[in-house]
């Protein structure tokens, strides 16, 4: 009995720590230095909230939601409509691929 329920013990802790997940990949501060909008700052606030700001945009707020573990459609309010990103996320850099042409890619550093 006493294997039994340390078994099933063992079993709910695992289950626990993978609910917790490692939280959002894309959760903080990033930037990329030398585009064509100069200066581009990603903020995404790991609960579905980002902000981009440039040179020469002022902050744009806006929503994000993470498809699948490559993709992510983010909405700024100063677009027309939500586009999707290509992303891969290292210790210290993130890579969005626009999957549309007319969308620029960035390939930033974590700040």
């Given at each position: 009995?006493?294997?039994?329920?340390?078994?099933?013990?063992c079993l709910?802790?695992?289950l626990s720590?993978?609910?917790?997940?490692?939280?959002?990949?894309?959760?903080?501060t990033w930037?990329?230095e030398g585009?064509d909008y100069?200066?581009?700052?990603?903020?995404?606030?790991?609960?579905?909230?980002?902000?981009?700001e440039?040179?020469?945009?002022?902050k744009?707020?806006g929503?994000?939601?993470?498809a699948?573990?490559?993709?992510v459609?983010?909405?700024?309010?100063?677009?027309?409509e939500?586009?999707?990103?290509?992303?891969a996320?290292s210790?210290?850099?993130?890579?969005?691929?626009a999957?549309?042409?007319?969308?620029?890619?960035?390939?930033?550093t974590k700040?």
């Open positions: 009995m006493k294997k039994v329920l340390s078994a099933v013990l709910v802790i695992v720590l993978a609910a917790c997940g490692g939280g959002d990949a894309l959760k903080g930037v990329q585009t100069g200066t581009v700052t990603w903020v995404f606030d790991g609960k579905g909230g980002c902000t981009l440039t040179d020469f945009l002022d744009a707020e929503t994000y939601t993470i699948d573990d490559k993709t459609n983010i909405k700024i309010d100063l677009w027309d939500e586009k999707a990103y290509e992303y996320v210790d210290t850099g993130l890579k969005l691929t999957t549309d042409e007319l969308s620029p890619s960035y390939d930033l700040k």
